[in-house]
């Protein structure tokens, strides 16, 4: 069984470049609270989409980020490349000011049967041939926090499309997915993540999972809702690794600096 590597290295100031090749990022900004790393989420993405109303929280948190700028020149420079959605939360003086500065709109208002998140992951992995998918990573901000429905129906993205990497972002934690078709070698990046983490099967019940890394490891280790799920753990080694007979959701802290 092939090996799926995991880091939170988009969290950190540069980089590191000693873990093998460097992943190209995707950002998509949801409509809920920015996390206070947004702007550093930016600059590493190669494509910055807003998700409907995500475009009001850039357009209105942005320049709450940065007290001591000019707010215009924070708009202009954090502009989207693309608003995309069914249109119903997005301000008109926001599309204007984008639309000026040339952010690509697409009101995908007829589709009522997928969210906004899965709109614009679709997007990403049907219409970007210039970005490279084999080691593409797509960070979603403000996918957690604010209507459970929301929060599940974003969850549901990543099982939607599993066979692409997708992190559902806020200032307290970070979600990601663990396929049980791969074996799962997780780096924690220790100054900015940790040490509370979990792992909650997703779909169906795992009946076999085993860990090393975590303070209380799982060893072919069943887990079910109305059972066992691993919360409330903690990482104790820089390397976790994971497999299971079920699909996994991993979560870690995020650290407050």
Not at 43 to 70: M, S, W, Y
Request: hydrophobic share 35%.
């Amino acid at each position: 069984m092939d090996v799926m590597t995991h880091s939170s290295s988009f969290l950190l100031p540069s980089i590191p470049t000693d873990n093998g090749p460097s992943p190209s990022y995707a950002l998509i900004v949801l409509n809920q609270r920015l996390p206070r790393f947004t702007p550093l989420l930016w600059t590493k993405a190669q494509l910055r989409i807003c998700a409907d109303g995500g475009a009001n929280r850039v357009f209105d948190e942005l320049p709450q980020l940065f007290p001591h700028e000019d707010v215009l020149d924070i708009r202009n420079r954090y502009k989207p490349d693309v608003i995309k959605g069914d249109m119903d939360s997005v301000r008109q003086e926001v599309i204007d000011f984008y639309t000026n500065l040339g952010t690509k709109i697409i009101d995908e208002s007829y589709d009522q049967d997928s969210t906004d998140l899965c709109k614009c992951v679709a997007y990403i992995r049907d219409s970007t041939p210039n970005l490279e998918k084999s080691n593409l990573c797509i960070l979603v901000a403000g996918a957690l926090g604010g209507r459970f429905d929301h929060e599940i129906g974003n969850i549901n993205v990543l099982c939607r499309f599993s066979t692409m990497r997708i992190v559902l972002l806020t200032d307290d934690c970070l979600i990601l997915l663990l396929p049980s078709t791969h074996r799962h070698e997780i780096l924690i990046q220790s100054s900015v993540e940790g040490p509370h983490c979990g792992l909650i099967p997703i779909g169906m019940p795992s009946e076999r999972t085993t860990t090393t890394g975590l303070k209380w490891n799982l060893s072919d280790t069943g887990m079910r809702f109305g059972g066992l799920i691993s919360t409330s753990n903690i990482v104790i080694e820089e390397r976790i690794t994971v497999q299971s007979d079920s699909d996994l959701l991993w979560t870690i802290s995020i650290k407050t600096p």
